[in-house]
């Protein structure tokens, strides 16, 4: 848990939820702070007492310091059944840890390094997603070298936007989750300036159609879809602060869906979940236009499990408690070993 991307607050939300649950189940679990170590039992409860999610990401100014200092160590693991996977953004969704782990033949949670690259990656996800009949919005990658390119320039790859996807759009980092660095552009002027705030989050920046209507999320859990979710924000689009702000979001699971739509966003949800290799458990976030026809947003390999995430709740509305999901999900791991 924990790491030094910028959903660093939430992977520790996550990861000291899930130690609870699986420790209420009687397993052994030791807490590991990829940026900091092992925690004690003293420093779990004072994160736990502490509050460990804001209604931003972290600073990206602490994030960089606290990358300078030296990494945690990777622990031996000679005696360790599983580990479980809470890191969300970063390498520990990208498939670098997962590569790591899969050197020492111990069983991981989630998806295997391919299939966490692939997910992570949206412009490369959204590509295998189109090639597998899953509808997603129509997208631009911008110029990498943006802030390097004169007026001139960013004006003339902001005409093709605008002939391309019109206004408004989307405007967010490639490889990042829990919609950090994420922008609704509604007008053309505010275009160079989204793609330069995104540019501090990542190395690539998508600029893409939006897609108005209702926000659905489907869980799958090993070959299961799970009850459909509808999340309803108090802002416009579901941020960082409508996620993990109590009260700033209404879901509803299940979905308030007819019987056949239900199963369709699901079958998508499935045939994603198959195109971008994953395994164990995932997130695939969609929108529903009011007019009909699903869109796939992205796949999360990692999903929270914090009290305001949805695949927990989407388990709940299929009756399965959170330590009990935890456990399924550990199990999956278990038995998925030698997978790629």
Not at 44 to 60: F, H, I, K, N, S
Not at 91 to 108: M, N, S
Not at 301 to 327: D, H, K, V
């Amino acid at each position: 848990m924990g790491g030094v991307s910028a959903e660093r607050d939430v992977s520790l939300a996550s990861g000291l939820r899930i130690a609870q649950a699986l420790r209420s189940r009687g397993h052994d679990v030791v807490a590991l702070d990829t940026a900091r170590g092992s925690l004690t039992s003293a420093e779990e409860q004072m994160l736990l007492e502490g509050g460990v999610l804001r209604t931003a990401p972290p600073d990206v100014t602490a994030l960089t310091r606290l990358q300078r200092q030296k990494t945690a160590p990777v622990p031996e693991l000679p005696d360790t059944d599983v580990v479980f996977l809470a890191l969300h953004g970063g390498h520990g969704e990208d498939g670098t840890i997962q590569a790591l782990l899969d050197l020492t033949g111990v069983p991981y949670t989630g998806s295997g390094h391919l299939g966490s690259a692939l997910a992570m990656d949206k412009d490369l996800s959204k590509q295998l997603l189109r090639s597998a009949g899953v509808p997603t919005p129509t997208w631009l990658m911008a110029p990498r070298d943006w802030s390097a390119l004169d007026a001139s320039r960013q004006s003339a790859f902001i005409d093709v936007v605008e002939r391309q996807l019109g206004f408004p759009l989307i405007v967010k980092p490639n490889k990042q989750g829990s919609t950090v660095g994420l922008a609704l552009v509604r007008i053309r002027e505010d275009l160079a300036g989204a793609i330069r705030a995104a540019f501090v989050f990542d190395d690539e920046v998508m600029v893409e159609e939006f897609i108005p209507g209702r926000e659905l999320t489907v869980g799958i859990l090993g070959a299961e879809a799970l009850p459909v979710g509808e999340i309803i924000p108090e802002h416009e689009l579901y941020d960082y602060e409508c996620k993990y702000t109590a009260g700033m979001a209404r879901e509803v699971f299940p979905a308030d869906l007819p019987p056949d739509l239900a199963r369709e966003v699901q079958r998508l949800a499935l045939l994603a979940f198959d195109a971008l290799k994953l395994r164990g458990y995932a997130r695939i976030d969609f929108r529903m236009k009011p007019e009909g026809g699903f869109f796939c947003l992205e796949a999360n390999t990692a999903p929270g499990m914090t009290e305001f995430s949805l695949i927990p709740q989407a388990a709940a509305a299929a009756g399965i408690s959170f330590p009990e999901l935890c456990e399924r999900v550990m199990r999956l791991a278990i038995n998925s070993r030698g997978d790629s």
